[in-house]
């Protein structure tokens, strides 16, 4: 889908659990719509707004969803993508690997507009799923998102310790520090 409009609104029809929708809208009418809650956080900025509502399609549209008919017979051991053509004449083709729990699990390949895009993007997950993680529980993962280019080339690794100071970074400017 070929984004050419991006709406947020707040829906406050319930008081218990007001939302911010985002709709991505595109070309032909698709629209993609991704409600949230904690509207207090991210109706106040509309790029926090937007770049939930993107964490969110990429985690909704990627867990538990085989991506060859390899990982679908699999054992959910998905270790393997298969790329049937990448190829970009703006900016660059990236495969992100996320540690899900003992396993790792593979995404379809994203386009973005340089590598330092796809290391903030897997900089901003990587906070989220510090929220699964428990930093207390002795021996901690050596890495959470790794990002691949479209030959399988190795390119970035976040790892908790980077993830962990984004978290600091975001909550002291939330703070106003």
Request: negative net charge; proline residues 3%.
């Amino acid at each position: 889908m070929q984004i050419i409009r991006t709406e947020i609104e707040q829906d406050l029809s319930t008081e218990e659990h007001p939302i911010v929708r985002v709709m991505f809208k595109g070309e032909g009418g698709e629209c993609v719509i991704v409600d949230m809650a904690d509207v207090d956080a991210l109706a106040v900025d509309e790029d926090a707004a937007i770049k939930r509502a993107k964490a969110v399609l990429v985690q909704t549209a990627t867990f538990d969803v085989s991506v060859n008919e390899y990982d679908a017979r699999s054992n959910g051991n998905f270790d393997q993508v298969s790329v049937t053509e990448a190829t970009d004449q703006s900016g660059g083709i990236y495969i992100f690997e996320y540690r899900d729990g003992d396993g790792v699990r593979r995404v379809p390949p994203s386009r973005m507009p340089s590598l330092n895009a796809a290391r903030e993007e897997a900089l901003r997950c990587a906070v989220e799923l510090l929220a699964d993680l428990d930093l207390s529980a002795g021996a901690l993962p050596d890495w959470l998102i790794r990002i691949y280019d479209d030959d399988g080339n190795l390119l970035a690794v976040v790892d908790v310790q980077q993830a962990n100071a984004a978290r600091q970074t975001a909550d002291q400017k939330a703070d106003g520090s």
